[in-house]
T-cell receptor, first 113, second 113 residues
Framework: GQQLNQSPQSMFIQEGEDVSMNCTSSSIFNTWLWYKQDPGEGPVLLIA?????ELTSNGRLTAQFGITRKDSFLNISASIPSDVGIYFCAGQPYNTNAGKSTFGDGTTLTVKP | DTGVSQDPRHKITKRGQNVTFRCDPISEHNRLYWYRQTLGQGPEFLTYFQNEAQLEKSRLLSDRFSAERPKGSFSTLEIQRTEQGDSAMYLC???????????FGPGTRLTVL
């Protein structure tokens, strides 16, 4: 089946630093999604990408849909303590209307004040 | 609160017992999804409904698992003869259509002793 490789697995950064994480797939995706999950809660959608090459921002977050359709990147600028959490990428496959997502295994972000 | 709700939030059971979880999606959302998440991993797709019709089931959903959405509103996920390997967070998500954002509930954390 489809697999997503998300890296890095964890990051420890100082408040104010920028963060980059990425996701690669062995197959093409039609949609890339980035979620944040806090402990004991469900994932919350941060950014959705629908076109190859698309670059989308949501406040301090910026994500890009790779040209090959097999990768995506998420950047967080000027990190703050509330950015702590687990970030997941997810892809929805080409040629389907199921809407189901395949998730990466997450990047755990720790921000030190 | 008009978000996705799940009940119970936590369930501890003994191996061999049956358990049932409930998900109440956002009103008027036609799509409802069930995912399973184990520690250190991203959510894995289990099944989804379009209104009351169950349209796809993952191979992860063994014969001991059954899901229903009888009136196209709330959904239940039942696990019969639970095993320790069933211990996980069970997440429900809903969306207006297949092409809209999926909103996740807080999940039901199952522990099988």
């Amino acid at each position: 089946g489809q697999q997503l490789n998300q890296s890095p697995q964890s990051m420890f950064i100082q408040e104010g630093e920028d963060v980059s994480m990425n996701c690669t797939s062995s197959s093409i995706f039609n949609t890339w999604l980035w979620y944040k999950q806090d402990p004991g809660e469900g994932p919350v959608l941060l950014i959705a990408l629908y076109k190859a090459g698309e670059l989308t921002s949501n406040g301090r977050l910026t994500a890009q849909f790779g040209i090959t359709r097999k990768d995506s990147f998420l950047n967080i600028s000027a990190s703050i303590p509330s950015d702590v959490g687990i970030y997941f990428c997810a892809g929805q496959p080409y040629n389907t209307n199921a809407g189901k997502s395949t998730f990466g295994d997450g990047t755990t972000l720790t921000v030190k004040p | 609160d008009t978000g996705v709700s799940q009940d119970p939030r936590h369930k501890i059971t003994k191996r061999g017992q049956n358990v049932t979880f409930r998900c109440d999606p956002i009103s008027e959302h036609n799509r409802l999804y069930w995912y399973r998440q184990t520690l250190g991993q991203g959510p894995e797709f289990l099944t989804y409904f379009q209104n009351e019709a169950q349209l796809e089931k993952s191979r992860l959903l063994s014969d001991r698992f059954s899901a229903e959405r009888p009136k196209g509103s709330f959904s239940t996920l039942e696990i019969q003869r639970t095993e320790q390997g069933d211990s996980a967070m069970y997440l429900c998500a809903s969306s207006l259509t297949a092409y809209n954002e999926q909103f996740f509930g807080p999940g039901t954390r199952l522990t099988v002793l």
